[in-house]
């Protein structure tokens, strides 16, 4: 009986043909980024960023040859959730990485859960997404990361009166309660909450309400890409000259069109988790690269997401000896600690969300250019709400 299926198996392994000696497995990563519509300069910010990664840490990872895929969704979510189940499905990619934007990661985590294809967003940051499936494990930001900072600096610094204005989404509304809360546990008052609707934000109504209003400042957050808007606006409603100061998470002040603001942005004082001008070794050497790489741009928050993301791929690829077993991956996703362009980061084991350093920056002009210049921090901050949620 034995011996009849051991013969019957070696005969079918003399029908698998043998590899060639040089023939090297490939692992797909299929990257899913906005690469057309409002959020195209998300997408390559994180195009450019992974594609530098694997520029400087080469295309060979435990023995396999890691080859990138990278499609546009435009932002919108049904795109996102079609091209993840062509990806899984027919190019069998081991990992699903990028998102943009928080609505493409939640259409994507079903994906994920079924198929157990490890998925690294590297930009949205709603609290939640990282809950939405076992398989997600986060390389960029929440906003209650760098809105309590923010909270805390503007109830140390004369603010007493605050009006909010977030874009009326999920990270939006992150974004509003975040500060609320911790502002208010702090003495201060937010008087007024305002939010405006994510597609084709027109913001001057909101800003004269903010105009009569006149709080100590107004703290708002805006998706990158579509704060260039409201600064525009800011100004020209002469906000920037009536003693309202603009505070909020750093998306607003965005590296990659800051420049574009003109002075009018000079002063305007920001939390969050990277800045161009981050001084440290790993970052001057990582700009250097970026823009050697990408004459015309500016590495922003999207491109470290972009970039950690890649690396959180590689070890995890070289801890499993090059297993793409999605079980095994997250395993070791779990342990990783690393210096990051932004400064040190670490995965949370228990939540599979990042834990970084928030930067407190003001604008300021260096060397004819605006920059985003930091001058306090606050390291190993988790997720507020999900430390919050395990408190009660
Ligand atoms: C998000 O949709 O989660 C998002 C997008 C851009 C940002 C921040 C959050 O700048």
Redesign the pocket.
């Known amino acids: 009986m034995y011996r009849r299926y051991f013969l019957a198996a070696l005969a079918a392994a003399a029908l698998v043909p043998a590899m060639p000696a040089t023939a090297q497995e490939t692992v797909k990563v299929g990257l899913i980024i906005p690469l057309t519509g409002p959020f195209t300069t ?1 997408g390559k910010q994180l195009e450019a960023a992974a594609k530098l990664y694997m520029q400087q840490h080469g295309t060979t990872v435990a023995g396999k040859k890691i080859e990138l895929i990278v499609r546009d969704d435009a932002g919108r979510p049904e795109n996102t959730a079609r091209i993840a189940s062509e990806l899984v499905n027919n190019d069998k990619v081991a990992f699903l990485a990028g998102f ?4 493409l990661a939640m259409a994507t985590a079903p994906i994920a859960t079924n198929s157990k294809v490890p998925m690294v967003v590297m ?4 609290s939640i997404i990282t809950e939405r499936s076992p398989y997600i494990v986060r390389t960029s930001f929440t ?1 209650g990361q760098s809105a309590i900072v923010i909270a805390d600096w503007a109830a140390q610094n004369k603010i007493k009166n605050v009006v909010t204005l977030v874009t009326d ?3 939006g509304h992150d974004a509003e309660k975040s500060f609320v809360e911790r502002f208010e546990k702090a003495g201060g008052k937010v008087t007024e909450k305002l939010r405006v609707p994510l597609a084709n934000p027109d913001f001057a109504p909101f800003l004269q309400r903010v105009r009569d209003a006149k709080p100590d400042a107004l703290y708002v957050f805006t ?2 890409g579509v704060g260039a808007i409201l600064m525009k606006q800011f100004v020209e409603r002469g906000l920037d000259k009536s003693g309202i100061r603009l505070i909020g998470p750093g ?1 607003i002040t965005d590296d990659d069109v800051l420049n574009g603001f003109g002075d009018a942005a000079i002063g305007v004082v920001t939390a969050h988790n990277y800045s161009t001008a981050h001084p440290s070794a790993k970052n001057k050497e990582y700009v250097a690269a970026y823009k050697k790489a990408n004459p015309s741009m500016r590495p922003n928050f999207a491109s470290v997401g972009g970039y950690d993301g890649m690396h959180v791929i590689y070890e995890a690829l070289k801890g499993t000896k090059g297993s793409t077993d999605g079980d095994a991956l997250m395993k070791v996703i779990k342990t990783l600690k690393w210096e990051s362009p932004r400064g040190p980061i670490w995965i949370d084991p228990e939540t599979r969300d990042i834990v970084q350093t928030i930067y407190i920056r003001k604008v300021e002009k260096k060397d004819g250019e605006l920059y985003n210049i930091e001058f306090a921090s606050f390291p190993g901050i988790k997720d507020p709400v999900k430390e919050a949620m395990k408190k009660k």
């Open positions: 998300t943009g934007l928080t609505p930009m949205a940051g709603t906003l989404y999920a990270p998706p990158s998306d």
